[in-house]
């Protein structure tokens, strides 16, 4: 993509503001209008006999952070940037998976020495906990913040006229692009997902060769494709 070209963040705050300074920082115009909003539920958090908490996103850490003091048990957690949030809010002992929710729970199977507490979304996107307990560890899970869809702007659907790129970091945020794009088509728009499993809800609303996912989950695998012009190949692999 040509410097300055503008870059629609979908995903929810607070997350979407510390993108935004990544794209910014990368020479791209960042348009902060996200599908989600993130909305922290009053959780009753029992800790007793656990022995690790296990988190499969930032919200997660930063829900339980805000209902619980806790900050003494070992954290597993998917990835780099869940990792960074557990350490800003003060957790001493955090292992990453630099994965996906199946390398979480291979990690976790591996150290976990007792109960394992998972922090997470109302409507996950997997299940971890039912994951763990194939594996025979004891886990349970608690349902700590809820992710609700809401509208982009019309100034945002505006600039899908014109070539652009969106990130799309999570399904839920793909299928609601999804829907959008089906009653509002943006040929000149690329659709850049964290992985495969993001980017196949847009594979039939989107248009041919538009969409293409990072080769890792990571936030700065999925920025690394704001300087590449080829799509083809990756997104053949979403069919």
């Given at each position: 993509m040509d410097?300055?070209?503008?870059?629609?963040i979908t995903r929810a705050r607070p997350g979407a503001l510390a993108t935004a300074e990544r794209v910014r920082d990368l020479g791209f115009e960042a348009i902060v209008d996200p599908l989600l909003a993130v909305e922290i539920l009053d959780a009753e958090l029992n800790l007793a006999h656990v022995t690790a908490l296990a988190f499969t996103s930032a919200n997660g850490v930063e829900a339980f952070a805000r209902l619980s003091d806790e900050r003494g048990l070992p954290v597993f957690v998917?990835?780099?940037?869940?990792?960074?949030?557990?350490?800003g809010e003060g957790f001493a002992s955090v292992s990453s998976?630099?994965?996906?929710?199946?390398d979480l729970c291979a990690l976790i199977a591996a150290g976990a020495s007792g109960p394992v507490l998972w922090a997470g979304a109302k409507e996950p996107a997997g299940d971890l906990v039912g994951m763990l307990r194939g594996h025979g560890v004891m886990a349970r899970g608690v349902a700590v913040y809820e992710t609700l869809e809401r509208a982009p702007s019309d100034d945002t659907l505006a600039r899908l006229d014109a070539p652009a790129a969106v990130l799309v970091h999570s399904p839920r945020a793909a299928r609601a692009l999804a829907a959008l794009l089906r009653e509002r088509p943006a040929p000149a728009v690329r659709f850049l997902c964290l992985s495969k499993a993001v980017a196949a809800p847009l594979r039939d609303a989107a248009e041919p060769g538009s969409v293409t996912f990072a080769s890792r989950p990571e936030e700065s695998a999925l920025l690394d494709l704001l300087n590449t012009t080829g799509l083809s190949e990756q997104t053949d692999l979403i069919s």
């Open positions: 410097a300055g070209a503008p870059v629609w998917v990835g780099r940037a869940t990792a960074k949030a557990a350490q998976a630099d994965g996906d929710v199946e």
